[in-house]
C-alpha cells in the first residue's frame, strides 16, 4: 500500500512510499482509509513537541480516520466487513476513567495510524461512522468533536441558559460551539480574526473578542456576563493565558484544559483561583462510550463538520502547512 512516512522530526522527512499492507490478527479490522483529518496533535508531533520520547520512526502518523472495514481477524464480532467505522483515539479507553497508560495505545504515535491506504483498529475501539456523514466529514470526528463533546458534556455538564467561552476557530473550538449552541448555551469565542468572529457567530455564537485587538479578553468577558464570567471555559491556548482563563471563568465555574498552543508551561497565580474556588480539568479526548454517545447527539441535532479545506492524499504536506497557518475549522486529507 501507499503511505505517508515520518522518518525523522520535521516535515521535509514525511514521506510518501510504498510499505506492505499490514494484515488483520485476531480482534482486528483491516480498514481501507478514505479520509483523516489533521490535528493540532499531528502536527506537534511532525515538529517534534507531542511526546516525542514515544515516536517510532519510521511513523504512518495521523490518528483520525474513517473509512471501511474490507477485512477481519478472527473472533471478530462487532463489526463486519462493509462496516464503516471511525478510529478512536485513545484505543484502549472504553469507558469510565483512563488508565494510566492511555497515551502507549493512541493512533498516529506510538501506534501507526491513518496516512496511508489501509490501517489497522481493534474492533473494541473502533466506533461505527455516523450514517449521514461522508468518510471526509467523518474524518473530523475523533479528536476536535469528541474533545469538545467530553469538555461540554462529561466533564462541564453544560445545560441550557449557561455561557462557555471557547478559545480560536480551529478544529476543537468550532465543534463546541455548534454542540454547546444546540445544547442551548450562550456561546463566546474569541479570535485573532473578525472575520472568522462573524463566521463563527453563524454557527450559533452569541458574542465574539478579538483577543489581539483586546489582549485583556477576560475584562470584556465579565462585561458580557454582568461581571460573573462563564460557566464553563474551554482553554485551547494554554501558557500563561490561564491566568485570564481563570479571570473570565465564574466563581467556581469549570475550565476544560484542553490545549497548549502558546506554550506548555505556565505561571498560575494561586489567588485568584482560590478565591474564585475555579474547577480546572485536564482533558484527554474522552473514552470510545462518549464517541457513540456524542454520534448519537450530532445525528439529532443535524450538526454537519465544519470543513475548511480537503486536500488529495498526494498533497498531505500541503494540508499540513494549511493547518500551520490557521484554519476555520477541520483540514481534512482525502484518500480513497
Ligand atoms: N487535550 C486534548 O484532548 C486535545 C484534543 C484536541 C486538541 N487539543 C489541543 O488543543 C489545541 C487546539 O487544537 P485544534 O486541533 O483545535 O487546533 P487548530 O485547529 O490548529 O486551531 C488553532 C486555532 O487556535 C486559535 N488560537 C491560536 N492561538 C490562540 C490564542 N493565543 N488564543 C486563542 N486562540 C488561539 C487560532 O484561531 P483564530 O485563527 O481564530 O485566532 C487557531 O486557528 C492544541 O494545542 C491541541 O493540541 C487537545
Known sequence: ?????????????????????????????????????????????????????????????????????????????????????????????????????????????????????????????????????SDI??????????????????FGQIQTGQTVLVQGTGGVSIFAVQIATALGAKVIATSSSDQNLQAVKTLGAVAGINYRTTPNWADEVLKLTDGKGVDLLLDVAGGSGINQSVAATKASGRIAQIGFLTGQTVELNLMPLIFRQTTIRGIAVAPRSSFDRMNAFLNEHKIRPVIDQVYPFEKAREAYEHLARGAFGKVVIKIA
Request: proline fraction near 9%.
Open 137 to 154: 466529514e467523518a474524518a473530523t470526528l475523533p479528536i476536535a468533536a469528541l474533545t469538545a463533546w467530553y469538555s461540554l458534556v462529561d
Open 1 to 133: 500500500m501507499k503511505a505517508w512516512l515520518l522518518k525523522d522530526f520535521g516535515l521535509d522527512n514525511l514521506q510518501l512510499e510504498e510499505v506492505a499492507t499490514p494484515q488483520p490478527k485476531a480482534g482486528e479490522l483491516l480498514v481501507k482509509v478514505g479520509a483523516v483529518s489533521l490535528n493540532f496533535r499531528d502536527k506537534a508531533i511532525v515538529d517534534g513537541i507531542y511526546e516525542p520520547h514515544l515516536v517510532p520512526k519510521p511513523l504512518i502518523p495521523v490518528s483520525d480516520a474513517a473509512g471501511t472495514v474490507v477485512a477481519i481477524g478472527d473472533n471478530v464480532t462487532r463489526f463486519k466487513v462493509g462496516d464503516r467505522v471511525n478510529s478512536h483515539l485513545y484505543s484502549r479507553w472504553l469507558d469510565g476513567e483512563p488508565g494510566p497508560n492511555e497515551p502507549d495505545y493512541c493512533f498516529g504515535s506510538p501506534l501507526p495510524g491513518g496516512l496511508a491506504e489501509y490501517m489497522i483498529i481493534h474492533e473494541d475501539s473502533a466506533v461505527g461512522a455516523p450514517d449521514n456523514m
